[in-house]
């Protein structure tokens, strides 16, 4: 083991949940791909194998990024952030269309395909967490809050939003919560909560009013699963796939039925990506979901150690913003297979099946890593140092 951590630096229980993690996809994915060659053909293998490839890449992705100076990160934010808008707007006009959304751009000649929503999330939170540093000074300047901080925040949200509104909500808390973290002005937050709200209801009534222009295709369904998972009609077929996850939770009970044996995964759709946790808990059992839960809290608290043990502003806040979108992510997966929430559209990080959230996941990682990294370095060359002397 010592032997492989002279190559993984930095924070080796980050290094080591997130080997578990990618472990546990490959034995859970594997148990899902009777779904996918029953809906959409193919063979089992060629599933596994593509899921196996995210993995690699995502992992050497990780493990580049960790050797990284996360001074270039700070360097390249705003870079970052506008190639994630011109990423965005791509995908906006030419983006592939599933489910009536268009979410996913296609990479010519490999014909994998990747949603840019994953990349622009933490382009923002890299872009947030310059600019707090950098414009701390300014922060009682409206026009320079607004230019700099709210209106990134407000641009990365009002472009994902149409076609997937879940994503767009979570960058968005997120982000306030990143600028609360940053010390910015409890006013000035509560004014970008206004202006998203105005935003947001802007649109749906022009939406309401003008429903030819089709501003925003998946509106109907967001007010249908609201209305199915708390309204009168949350026991109606319709509503099945919500109804299915949490029969799989009841039907896992303590241990689980075993995977691959889990038989409510046939009868719920994205069982591999949306409703993951409730297939988990199916197969795997009440216990090991509560040492899922366990793992996600443990790599949480160890990002924040990351960003707290930094002397670096900058890195702090990279830290927080990406342990609070990972976190999210998960709890949100979960809320939705309990019933807490309306169905949405997000993984489980690092397990669900999904190339793009996959790799960005690991590239979130690799950047805390990164930080962890140096800090130690830091300190080894401070405690040297002190002994010489």
């Known amino acids: 083991m010592q032997?492989?951590?002279?190559?993984?630096?930095?924070?080796?229980?980050?290094?080591?949940?997130?080997?578990?993690?990618?472990?546990?996809?490959?034995?859970?994915?594997?148990?899902?791909?009777?779904?996918?060659?029953?809906?959409?053909?193919?063979?089992?293998?060629?599933?596994?194998?593509?899921?196996?490839?995210?993995?690699?890449?995502?992992?050497?992705?990780?493990?580049?990024?960790?050797?990284?100076?996360?001074?270039?990160?700070?360097?390249?934010?705003?870079?970052?952030?506008?190639?994630?808008?011109?990423?965005?707007?791509?995908?906006f006009f030419f983006g592939v269309r599933v489910n009536d959304a268009s979410r996913w751009v296609r990479v010519p000649i490999i014909g994998l395909t990747f949603q840019s929503s994953d990349f622009a999330r933490l382009a923002l939170v890299i872009l947030l967490s310059r600019r707090l540093v950098t414009k701390q000074d300014s922060f009682d300047s409206w026009k320079s809050s607004l230019l700099s901080i709210v209106g990134p925040i407000l641009l990365i949200c009002l472009l994902i939003a149409k076609d997937n509104f879940s994503t767009s909500a979570i960058i968005f808390m997120v982000s306030l919560l990143l600028l609360f973290v940053g010390k910015?002005?409890?006013?000035?937050?509560?004014?970008?909560?206004?202006?998203?709200?105005?935003?947001?209801?802007?649109?749906?009534?022009?939406?309401?009013?003008?429903?030819?222009?089709?501003?925003?295709?998946?509106?109907?369904?967001?007010?249908?699963?609201?209305?199915?998972?708390?309204?009168?009609?949350?026991?109606?077929?319709?509503?099945?796939?919500?109804?299915n996850a949490k029969l799989a939770i009841h039907n896992g009970g303590y241990t689980g039925v075993g995977v691959g044996d889990g038989d409510l995964k046939h009868y719920t759709p994205e069982a591999y990506a949306d409703f993951y946790y409730s297939s988990f808990v199916e197969e795997f059992g009440l216990i090991s979901a509560i040492l899922l839960i366990f793992m996600y809290l443990i790599l949480f608290y160890r990002i924040l150690k990351v960003g707290l043990n930094s002397k670096n502003l900058f890195e702090t806040y990279l830290s927080v913003g990406i342990g609070l979108l990972l976190l999210s992510q998960a709890m949100i997966n979960m809320f939705v297979c309990t019933g807490i929430m309306p169905v949405?559209?997000?993984?489980?990080?690092?397990?669900?099946?999904?190339?793009?959230?996959?790799?960005?996941?690991?590239?979130?990682?690799?950047?805390?890593?990164?930080?962890?990294?140096?800090?130690?370095?830091?300190?080894?060359?401070?405690?040297?140092?002190?002994k010489s002397e």
């Open 3 to 91: 032997n492989i951590f002279k190559y993984l630096k930095g924070d080796k229980v980050i290094w080591i949940v997130t080997i578990l993690f990618l472990g546990l996809s490959m034995v859970s994915v594997y148990s899902f791909v009777p779904i996918l060659v029953k809906t959409e053909g193919g063979r089992p293998f060629s599933y596994l194998f593509k899921h196996t490839i995210y993995i690699v890449i995502g992992f050497l992705a990780m493990f580049w990024v960790h050797r990284q100076d996360p001074k270039y990160f700070e360097k390249l934010s705003k870079f970052i952030f506008i190639v994630a808008v011109a990423l965005l707007i791509f995908t």
């Open 344 to 386: 949405t559209g997000q993984n489980m990080p690092f397990l669900a099946m999904g190339g793009s959230a996959m790799v960005m996941s690991c590239v979130s990682l690799g950047i805390v890593l990164s930080i962890s990294r140096k800090t130690d370095a830091k300190g080894k060359s401070l405690n040297s140092n002190t």
């Open 184 to 243: 910015f002005p409890m006013t000035k937050i509560f004014t970008v909560i206004g202006s998203g709200a105005v935003l947001a209801g802007g649109l749906i009534l022009t939406h309401i009013a003008l429903p030819a222009a089709n501003l925003l295709p998946r509106f109907d369904t967001w007010v249908n699963r609201f209305f199915k998972a708390y309204g009168e009609e949350g026991a109606s077929v319709e509503n099945m796939q919500a109804i």
